[in-house]
C-alpha cells in the first residue's frame, strides 16, 4: 500500500497534538515513527488507520493501482497495540475464530498457534493470560492478517527479550511483502525499518 500524509494535524479543543504532518509511504515500505512521549505518535498512528479524523491536512492510499477510500480501509490495514484490549473472556480459539469472520487470515488455527508459539493456550481464557502473552497474541493476529497495510504502535512494550526476537524475526519476513509501519519511542523497534519519521 502507498500512503501520503499532507500537512496532518489534529487537535482537541484549541491545542493541537499533532500538525503539519507530511511524508509519503511507498508499497511495502517499513518506516518506523518516532518521538518522545506525548509527541502524538499514537494519535498518529489512530489517523493512519481511520480511527481518527484529521481536524487538517489529508491523508490517500492506493493498493494494486487503486485509490482507497475511507470506508473500505479496515479491510486493508491490521493494527496492533497495547491500548487496544482483547476480549478478555474467550479463549485464544474463540477469539482467533471470532476476528477470522471480520478479517481474512493466513493460517488456520492450528499453524496460528504455532506461529505464535502459544502451544497448549487454546483453552486458557484471555484474561488469565500476562499482558505480555496478550500483547504476543494481538501482535500475532496482526501478523498473519492478510491485509496490504499492518501498524504496530510500540509493540514489544510487554515482551521479554524471547518474544522480542520472536517479533522482529516475524516481521522481518514479512517487511518485502507489506507495507509497515511502527511507532515507538524505544530504538531496539527500529531495527529493520528502511526510514525513520521523527515528530517533533
Not at 497495547?82 to 488456520?108: A, G, V
Amino acid at each position: 500500500m502507498k500512503i501520503s500524509v499532507n500537512q496532518l494535524g489534529k487537535r482537541y479543543g484549541f491545542q493541537f497534538v499533532v500538525r503539519d504532518v507530511s511524508f509519503e509511504l511507498e508499497n511495502c515500505h517499513f518506516m518506523g515513527i518516532s518521538g518522545r512521549n506525548g509527541a502524538g505518535k499514537s494519535t498518529l498512528m489512530q489517523m493512519i488507520s481511520g480511527y481518527l479524523s484529521p481536524s487538517e491536512g489529508t491523508i490517500t492510499y492506493s493498493a494494486n493501482g487503486k485509490n482507497i477510500e475511507r470506508n473500505d480501509l479496515y479491510t486493508h490495514i491490521a493494527y496492533a497495540a497495547p491500548y487496544i484490549d482483547l476480549p478478555q473472556r474467550m479463549t485464544t480459539k474463540e477469539l482467533f475464530d471470532h476476528y477470522s469472520k471480520f478479517k481474512r487470515t493466513l493460517h488456520n488455527y492450528n499453524d496460528f498457534i504455532d506461529f505464535s508459539e502459544l502451544t497448549d493456550q487454546g483453552d486458557k481464557f484471555i484474561e488469565n493470560f500476562s499482558s505480555g502473552m496478550q500483547q504476543k497474541v494481538a501482535l500475532a493476529l496482526a501478523l498473519i492478517t492478510d491485509v496490504d497495510l499492518i501498524l504496530f504502535d510500540e509493540p514489544t512494550s510487554y515482551l521479554d527479550s524471547q518474544a522480542k526476537t520472536w517479533f522482529f524475526n516475524k516481521v522481518a519476513a514479512l517487511k518485502a511483502q507489506k507495507t509497515i509501519i511502527i511507532a515507538s519511542n524505544d530504538k531496539e523497534d527500529f531495527r529493520n525499518c528502511q526510514q525513520i519519521f521523527e515528530i517533533k
